[in-house]
């Protein structure tokens, strides 16, 4: 090869070294295609003061909360209160959401990100019923491989605005409060039984056990002792305090059926305030038994404890809106009170060695 060829070969090397460095430097230079909507708010006019129901829609069941004063209740659940902070913080979300990532969205591929019929659609409406705002949130998004998607918590959310369903955006939110399920959004504190009197347990094959006291103090003791039995003080203590530890896994409609609530476990209890409660039990769902709850009698004001008094004054009410309804309680709440008999009291101890 001539030493001419040679430098006409370098120089056309030198030539497109520099066009493709120079190329590399204006793609970087070049803004992203989807510059004009980064962190675009997406819902631009919403306001927290205008907001008077949600409602959250998904395949099988929709949920509408509602606001009812200064008060966030669950209309499928007749009115049930919702946990305020809960909804509080999901409407704050909602307002600050920004646009991340923005993509065109072709048809095909609204159903893979779930952002069709398959989605959740977020929809919040004012006083007169008419939409604020709507957002139908799709599968989660993440930066990185994850092994169980659907366990892990996302580092975001692809969304659809349904005025632009051309269009596909992510949200650094993962959105996890867009359910319908009233679990999620259920005001969890239910009914704390407090400063027990006396605790009656009655099986519906028969058999249970009844311990009283007299005071807050006082020792328990087991009605109908047979001679030789002595009750375990701790075991008869957790069996009663129990019963303040209480709370609400999910609540049902009254109507529900397969409850097993038509051959409960009873539960029965008087407290030294002067009230009386009566709980059944009916068959486990999962981890929680189905619940149904009364509770009646008038609070004893306590002269020594003017709080206590309020707390007790501002609870009845809810407790007896509670009747209304057929509670879910975890199993763990009540696996002390639920003992059997012979478990309550003191075991013998063999004092022969061996």
Same mark, same amino acid.
């Given at each position: +090869?001539?030493?001419?060829?040679?430098?006409?070969?370098?120089?056309?090397?030198?030539?497109?070294?520099?066009?493709?460095?120079?190329?590399?430097?204006?793609?970087?230079?070049?803004?992203?295609? !989807?510059?004009?909507?980064?962190?675009?708010?997406?819902?631009?006019?919403?306001?927290?003061?205008?907001?008077?129901?949600?409602?959250? $829609?998904?395949? &099988?069941? =929709?949920? =509408?909360?509602?606001? &009812?004063?200064?008060?966030? @209740?669950?209309?499928?659940?007749?009115?049930?209160?919702?946990?305020?902070?809960?909804?509080?913080?999901?409407?704050? #979300? $909602?307002? /600050?959401?920004?646009?991340?990532?923005?993509?065109?969205?072709?048809? &095909?591929?609204?159903?893979?990100?779930?952002?069709? /019929?398959?989605?959740?659609?977020?929809?919040?409406?004012?006083?007169?019923?008419?939409?604020?705002?709507?957002?139908?949130?799709?599968?989660?998004?993440?930066?990185?491989?994850?092994? !169980?998607?659907?366990?892990?918590?996302?580092?975001?959310?692809?969304?659809?605005?349904?005025?632009?369903?051309? *269009?596909?955006?992510?949200?650094?939110?993962?959105?996890? %409060?867009?359910?319908?399920?009233?679990?999620?959004?259920?005001?969890?504190?239910?009914? %704390?039984?407090?400063?027990?009197?006396?605790? /009656?347990?009655?099986?519906?094959?028969?058999?249970?056990?009844?311990?009283?006291?007299?005071?807050?103090?006082?020792?328990?003791?087991?009605?109908?002792?047979?001679?030789?039995?002595?009750? /375990?003080?701790?075991?008869?203590?957790?069996?009663?305090?129990?019963?303040?530890?209480?709370?609400? $896994?999910?609540?049902?409609?009254?109507?529900?059926?397969? *409850?097993?609530?038509?051959?409960?476990?009873?539960? $029965?209890?008087? @407290?030294?305030?002067?009230?009386?409660?009566?709980? #059944?039990?009916?068959?486990?769902?999962?981890?929680?038994?189905?619940?149904?709850?009364?509770?009646?009698?008038?609070? &004893?004001?306590?002269?020594?404890?003017?709080?206590?008094?309020?707390?007790?004054?501002?609870? %009845?009410?809810?407790?007896? +809106?509670?009747?209304?309804?057929?509670?879910?309680?975890?199993?763990?709440?009540?696996?002390?009170?639920?003992?059997?008999?012979?478990?309550?009291?003191? %075991?013998?101890?063999?004092?022969?060695?061996?």
């Amino acid at each position: +090869m001539s030493a001419r060829i040679v430098a006409i070969l370098v120089v056309l090397l030198a030539v497109l070294g520099g066009t493709s460095v120079l190329y590399q430097q204006q793609e970087r230079a070049r803004p992203p295609s !989807n510059v004009a909507s980064l962190g675009q708010v997406l819902f631009k006019d919403l306001k927290a003061a205008d907001i008077a129901s949600i409602r959250i $829609a998904e395949a &099988k069941a =929709t949920l =509408t909360l509602e606001r &009812k004063d200064e008060r966030w @209740t669950i209309a499928e659940r007749g009115g049930f209160p919702a946990d305020f902070t809960r909804v509080r913080d999901f409407v704050l #979300k $909602a307002i /600050e959401l920004k646009a991340g990532q923005s993509e065109p969205l072709a048809e &095909k591929d609204r159903a893979r990100l779930n952002l069709d /019929e398959s989605g959740t659609q977020v929809e919040f409406r004012g006083a007169d019923g008419k939409p604020l705002g709507t957002l139908i949130v799709g599968k989660k998004y993440f930066k990185r491989e994850v092994e !169980n998607p659907d366990k892990a918590l996302g580092d975001g959310r692809f969304v659809l605005l349904p005025a632009d369903t051309k *269009t596909v955006y992510t949200v650094a939110d993962p959105l996890l %409060q867009a359910t319908s399920k009233t679990s999620e959004w259920i005001e969890r504190n239910s009914f %704390q039984v407090e400063k027990v009197k006396t605790l /009656e347990v009655k099986y519906p094959g028969g058999g249970g056990y009844r311990v009283e006291r007299n005071a807050d103090n006082a020792d328990w003791k087991l009605a109908g002792a047979k001679p030789g039995e002595k009750l /375990e003080v701790t075991k008869a203590n957790a069996a009663s305090y129990s019963l303040s530890l209480l709370d609400l $896994a999910d609540v049902l409609p009254k109507d529900s059926k397969d *409850t097993g609530l038509d051959k409960p476990i009873e539960i $029965a209890a008087t @407290t030294l305030d002067g009230l009386t409660y009566n709980i #059944k039990l009916g068959k486990l769902q999962g981890d929680n038994y189905f619940v149904t709850f009364t509770s009646s009698g008038t609070a &004893k004001p306590d002269p020594k404890d003017a709080e206590r008094s309020k707390k007790l004054a501002e609870k %009845q009410p809810r407790e007896k +809106m509670l009747a209304n309804y057929v509670l879910l309680i975890p199993k763990g709440r009540l696996e002390d009170t639920l003992r059997k008999r012979a478990d309550l009291l003191e %075991q013998k101890r063999d004092s022969k060695k061996k």
